[in-house]
């Protein structure tokens, strides 16, 4: 992820592969902090299918956590 101060805005979202067509629902858009605290609150099964997009990049949740 390019944009990592923590003000940057980011969209915190959830892509579900499980459902037909593999949808994507919006939980959070604001500060890269409270992004990342919501994230880290959700339970494991959601974090796998948790990503973090700026305007210029996307990284999946896990991967920036290191998991």
Avoid: I, K
């Amino acid at each position: 992820m390019r944009t990592t101060y923590q003000d940057a805005t980011v969209r915190l979202y959830f892509l579900d592969v499980e459902s037909e067509g593999g949808g994507a629902e919006t939980l959070f858009y604001g500060p890269l902090s409270e992004a990342m605290e919501l994230a880290a609150r959700q339970p494991e099964e959601v974090q796998a299918g948790l990503f973090l997009a700026t305007d210029n990049d996307v990284v999946a949740w896990l991967d920036l956590v290191g998991e």
